[in-house]
């Protein structure tokens, strides 16, 4: 059985940080890119970072650039997103999600999907 289980989340002020862990099981984790992907309150989902299934190449939304580290641990079958500089614009429930093909930024494009884990940022 596939799953992909997020942690990390919570409350934490403007300007503060958080890591978002996303542990997978039921699939063979090194060999799917893995992204992550958040939907704000009153907005579409959107893409938010994805690593390669090796790790060799990363991708960013360009509101997150800078701020936002995307990686993974393949002997933990784990992947991780730290934020940094948060700020309120980046309050939102945010999920991983697993793709077959590589630097896949659209949501269609994965099929595995977590449950989604609250980030919220106060000011």
């Known amino acids: 059985q596939v799953q992909l289980v997020e942690s990390g989340g919570g409350l934490v002020q403007a300007g503060g940080s958080l890591t978002l862990s996303c542990a997978a099981s039921?699939?063979?984790?090194?060999?799917?890119?893995m992204g992550w992907f958040r939907r704000a309150p009153g907005k579409e989902r959107e893409f938010v970072a994805a690593?390669?299934?090796?790790?060799?190449?990363?991708n960013y939304a360009d509101s997150v650039k800078g701020r936002f580290t995307v990686n993974r641990d393949n002997a933990k079958n784990t992947a991780y997103l730290q934020m940094n500089s948060l700020n309120v614009e980046d309050t939102a429930v945010y999920f991983c999600?697993?793709?077959?093909?590589?630097?896949?930024?659209?949501?269609?494009?994965?099929?595995?999907w977590g449950q989604g884990i609250q980030v919220t940022v106060s000011s």
């Open positions: 690593i390669t299934w090796n790790g060799a190449s990363t």
């Open positions: 999600a697993a793709s077959p093909l590589t630097r896949a930024v659209t949501a269609r494009l994965y099929d595995y």
């Open positions: 039921g699939f063979t984790f090194s060999r799917r890119d």
